[in-house]
C-alpha cells in the first residue's frame, strides 16, 4: 500500500495527457518541486478540476508510486487571480521559478514568498512590476544566487509584503533590479 501525503502546493504549470489526464508542476511546502499525475482530471466530473487549476493554490494529497507522483485529491485554497495583468505578473513568476529549481527539495522560504506574492497580487496592494521584483529576488535568494548582505536590505529576511515592504523595495528598485540581472545571468540558465 502507498502512503498519501498532504500538502499545501502552488500549481506552476499543466500539461494535458492523453484524454483526461495532465501533468501537472506543483510547487509544495513539504516535497519542493514535484510533477504529479491527475487521472482524468479534465472530465467534468472531477472533483480535483478546479483545485488544481493553472496558478492556483490548494491543499493536494499526493501518492508516490513507482512511476513518480500522482495526485489523489485536492482542495482549493485559493483561486488564480482573475485580472489579466496580474495573472500575467504570476506566471512570470512561475515560469523563472520552473526554470530555476531542479528536483524535490523542501525550500518553505520559496513557498511562502511565492503564495504571498500571489496574495499580494490577488490583493492588489502594489504595483504588479513592484511585487515581482520582490518575488523574484526572494526566489533567487531562497536558491541561493542573491545574498541579503549584498543587497544591504531586510526585503530578503521574510516574505510579507506589507506596504513599508513595498516602499523599501520602490526606493531600491534600481539596485534591485541589477542584483536580480546579474543573478539570473550567472545562473546560465
Not at 472533483?47 to 513507482?66: D, E, H, I, P, T
Not at 544591504?152 to 534591485?176: C, P, Q, V
Request: charged share 25%; aromatic share 8%.
Amino acid at each position: 500500500m502507498y502512503q498519501k501525503y498532504h500538502t499545501d502546493a502552488l500549481v506552476l504549470a499543466t500539461r494535458e495527457s492523453g484524454e483526461a489526464d495532465k501533468n501537472i508542476a506543483l510547487y509544495t511546502r513539504d516535497f519542493g518541486l514535484v510533477w504529479a499525475r491527475a487521472s482524468a482530471i479534465r472530465s467534468e466530473s472531477s472533483k480535483m478540476r478546479y483545485a488544481l487549476q493553472l496558478f492556483a493554490r490548494s491543499n493536494v494529497s499526493l501518492v508516490k508510486g513507482k512511476s513518480g507522483w500522482r495526485a489523489a485529491g485536492a482542495t482549493a485554497l485559493r483561486a488564480a487571480s482573475t485580472k489579466r495583468s496580474r495573472l500575467a505578473t504570476f506566471a512570470r513568476i512561475a515560469e523563472l521559478t520552473l526554470r530555476l529549481v531542479r528536483g524535490e527539495d523542501a525550500n518553505p522560504y520559496l513557498f511562502d514568498a511565492l503564495a504571498e506574492a500571489q496574495d499580494a497580487l490577488a490583493a492588489g496592494v502594489a504595483a504588479p512590476e513592484t511585487i515581482e521584483i520582490v518575488c523574484v529576488a526572494r526566489t533567487l535568494y531562497a536558491l541561493g544566487y542573491l545574498s541579503a548582505e549584498a543587497l544591504g536590505s531586510t526585503l530578503l529576511t521574510h516574505t510579507a509584503y506589507a506596504m513599508e515592504h513595498i516602499n523599501e523595495a520602490e526606493s531600491m528598485r534600481e539596485k534591485l533590479l541589477s542584483s536580480i540581472n546579474k543573478a539570473i545571468a550567472e545562473t546560465q540558465l
